[in-house]
């Protein structure tokens, strides 16, 4: 290293002019509409996104029902295995002691049979995403 | 901001910018890419600041930052390449006239380049640079002054 003093011995004002020298010297050349390009770009987009924003407004309600209605078909489904289940017990004393002998309480036969739904609509999504890919 | 106004920032900060870019990244196509990039998405942002240079340095962070994001999509150690000689004038014959900047940077890391630019081109304060940065102005301090020490260090063996 030389040891010799330099006119950059932490010197901030020497440090300065030398980076300002530097900003100065660099000199760049674009197009005359290089904003004007940009801007219009970004006007775009943001119409784009605009539009997309006001479509999901559009459409948000309509989601927002479907969901509902497939929870209450859900439930619906549930409640008609639920009550089916019932009266299968009611009317075939016998199927209770098969399930018995099977090793399945009523209850966790019946929570077998409630769980088959929601499988199913998550295994139709599932497939449908995987469509979609 | 209407598009005369967003001319008028540009033609003021964009030259700035761009030579920033070049002393922390040193590839021209880079630069000009994000340039525009940081521009579009400073227009994106519906940013309101108060002055001209507020809206400057918000500039200078979103180029930052997209610099960092390429970094970080390259896996790679920003290096500082040259991609040809800076024009230096003749008449330039005193010691400080005849270092190359660009070189010296290169021996730096990025960090060490973004704030040294920063402060001794830009003249912004460590409170500005902190939030260009995204770091505190504390370890901003602390970081410039260690970054000028090792500057001063590789300018004096070029010298």
Redesign the interface.
Same mark, same amino acid.
């Given at each position: 290293m030389n040891d010799q003093p330099t006119p950059f011995d932490s010197d901030d004002v020497e440090l300065t002019a030398l980076f300002r020298r530097s900003r100065e010297e660099e000199v760049w050349t674009e197009p005359a509409n290089a904003a004007s390009m940009i801007w219009w770009r970004a006007q775009a987009a943001d119409l784009v996104a605009g539009e997309i924003r006001r479509k999901e407004g559009l459409i948000r309600p309509l989601t927002a029902a479907r969901d509902v209605a497939a929870v209450a078909a859900l439930a619906a489904v549930e409640l008609a295995i639920f009550q089916g289940g019932a009266v299968l017990l009611d009317s075939f004393p016998d199927f209770g002691k098969a399930l018995a002998s099977a090793g399945l309480t009523p209850l966790t036969a019946a929570i077998l049979a409630l769980a088959i739904p929601p499988t199913l609509a998550l295994l139709h999504h599932f497939r449908r995403v995987a469509d979609d890919f | 901001m209407d598009?005369p106004e967003?001319?008028e920032l540009? @033609?003021d900060t964009?030259? @700035?910018l761009?030579?920033y870019l070049? @002393?922390v990244c040193g590839e021209r196509r880079l630069v000009?890419d994000l340039v525009?990039e940081a521009?579009?998405r400073f227009?994106?942002s519906g940013f309101s600041g108060e002055t001209r240079e507020h809206a400057a340095r918000y500039l200078f962070r979103i180029a930052t930052n997209l610099l960092k994001d390429h970094w970080s999509d390259l896996k790679r150690s920003p290096e500082l390449p040259v991609e040809e000689p800076?024009?230096?004038p003749s008449h330039h014959d005193?010691?400080?006239?005849r270092?190359d900047?660009?070189a010296a940077l290169g021996a730096l890391g990025g960090r060490d380049r973004e704030m040294?630019?920063l402060a001794?081109?830009?003249?912004y304060s460590h409170d500005e640079i902190a939030g260009i940065l995204g770091l505190k102005e504390k370890s901003v301090r602390v970081l410039l002054f260690r970054a000028?020490n090792r500057?001063? @260090?590789v300018?004096?063996?070029l010298?």
């Amino acid at each position: 290293m030389n040891d010799q003093p330099t006119p950059f011995d932490s010197d901030d004002v020497e440090l300065t002019a030398l980076f300002r020298r530097s900003r100065e010297e660099e000199v760049w050349t674009e197009p005359a509409n290089a904003a004007s390009m940009i801007w219009w770009r970004a006007q775009a987009a943001d119409l784009v996104a605009g539009e997309i924003r006001r479509k999901e407004g559009l459409i948000r309600p309509l989601t927002a029902a479907r969901d509902v209605a497939a929870v209450a078909a859900l439930a619906a489904v549930e409640l008609a295995i639920f009550q089916g289940g019932a009266v299968l017990l009611d009317s075939f004393p016998d199927f209770g002691k098969a399930l018995a002998s099977a090793g399945l309480t009523p209850l966790t036969a019946a929570i077998l049979a409630l769980a088959i739904p929601p499988t199913l609509a998550l295994l139709h999504h599932f497939r449908r995403v995987a469509d979609d890919f | 901001m209407d598009e005369p106004e967003f001319e008028e920032l540009y @033609r003021d900060t964009s030259q @700035r910018l761009r030579t920033y870019l070049y @002393r922390v990244c040193g590839e021209r196509r880079l630069v000009e890419d994000l340039v525009q990039e940081a521009y579009y998405r400073f227009l994106r942002s519906g940013f309101s600041g108060e002055t001209r240079e507020h809206a400057a340095r918000y500039l200078f962070r979103i180029a930052t930052n997209l610099l960092k994001d390429h970094w970080s999509d390259l896996k790679r150690s920003p290096e500082l390449p040259v991609e040809e000689p800076p024009e230096r004038p003749s008449h330039h014959d005193s010691p400080q006239e005849r270092i190359d900047v660009h070189a010296a940077l290169g021996a730096l890391g990025g960090r060490d380049r973004e704030m040294l630019w920063l402060a001794y081109a830009e003249g912004y304060s460590h409170d500005e640079i902190a939030g260009i940065l995204g770091l505190k102005e504390k370890s901003v301090r602390v970081l410039l002054f260690r970054a000028k020490n090792r500057m001063l @260090r590789v300018l004096k063996e070029l010298s």
